[in-house]
C-alpha cells in the first residue's frame, strides 16, 4: 500500500505545492514550524480542500481536483491521531475505543480489538476513565481507537508533542510496534530529530510550502544541510545486531557493517537489531589509530565526502558501508589534510550513547 500525494494550497499568504509518495513503514513529515506540515496533513484527512492537486492511496483516488473529485473525510478510512488524546472523558477507555468502530461501519471484531489492545498495552486500562490514565496512556487509547477503525492510512500529527521526556520514552516502543506490525502505512509529523531518528523509514523535509529532500531516514539525516531545525543534530543512523554483553566493561557489545560499538545501559536480548543514532558532534576524526585514549568506540573508514555545516564541515566517513558523519573546524580539515579518499579512524564519544534515542528496528514489511 502506498500514498502519492501532489497538492496545491493557499492559506493567507502561505502557498504550499507539495508532491511525495509514501510507502510501507512511517513516513516523517519534518520542518520548521510553518513549513506546512500540518495543512499537509489535513489535505490527506480531508479537513481542508487542495486548490489543486491529487491524493491517491492504494491505488484509489480520494482527491482529484481535475475530476471534481474530492472524498468527505469519513469516506476517506483514515485515522487521525493529533496532539492531544481527544477522548470522550466521561467514557471508559473500552467505549472510547469502540468510538472508531462506529465510524468504521463494521461490527465489533474481537480478535482486532484484542490484537490492538494488546500491541498498545492497554488492556489493563478498559475500563478506566481518561482522566485517570497518564498522558502517554492516554495518547495510547487514541492510537488504538484510531486502528479500530480499520484505516488504510494513519496520520499522526505531532503525537508526543504534549509529552515530558519520561512519556515519550514510554511511548517510543509502542509506535515502533505500530510502524512494524499494523500494516499500514503511517505519516507521523514531527519537529523532533530524536524521534524522526527512532522512527521513521522515510523523510520528507518540508521548507515554506515545498518538498526540499525525501528518501530513507539514514540518508537524509546526516544531511546537515537538510536537518532543519538545528543543524547540531545532523547524524548518522547505523543498523546494529546486539550480540552480547561484554564480560571485561558490562556494557551492551552491538555488531553492524561498520564494526563492533560498545554501548552503555542496554537490556536487549542477543540478535535484537537496533537503530543506532550517532550525532555529529560526537564523532572525532583522528588521521592514526588514536592510542591512550579514553573513548572505547574507535571505527576505520574512508572519507567519502565533505560538506560545509554552518560554521564547521561535515565529514562524511565510509566505514565498510556504513556512513558516519562528523562535525569538523574548517581548521582541523586544513591541518589534518582531510580529503576524500583518506583513511581516517572515528572516535565516538560516550555521549553519544542515549538509550532513549536508540530504536528497535525491523524491516517493514511490504503489503
Ligand atoms: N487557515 C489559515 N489561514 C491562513 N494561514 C494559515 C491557515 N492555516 C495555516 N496557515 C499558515 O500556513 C503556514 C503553515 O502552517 P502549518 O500549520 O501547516 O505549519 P506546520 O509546519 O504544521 O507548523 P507547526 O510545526 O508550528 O505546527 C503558517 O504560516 C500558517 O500561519
Redesign the pocket.
Known sequence: MSIQVDVQIR????A?EAAFEAGPGLTALF??????????IDLIAGLARPDRGRITVGGAPWVDTAAGLILPPHRRQVGVVFQDARLFPHLSVRTNLGYGRIFARHRADPVAFAAVTGMLGIDHLLDRRPAGLSGGERQRVAIGRALLARPRLLLMD?PLAALDEARKAEILPYIERLRDEAGIPIIY?S?AVSEVARLATTVIV?ES?RVAAAGPAETILRRADLVPIHEAEAGALLDMVVEAVDDATGLTRLTGAAGRLLVPGLSRPPGTRLRVRIPARDVLVATERPRGLSARNVLAGRICGLAPAGAETAVEIDCNGARLVARVTAAAVRELGLVPGRDVHAIIKSAAFDPAGIGLLRPPTAI
Do not use: D, N, Y
Open positions: 492559506r493567507g499568504a502561505f504550499l520542518g520548521r514550524s510553518g513549513s506546512g506540515k500540518t495543512t499537509l505531532e509529523v519537529h518540508l510550502g
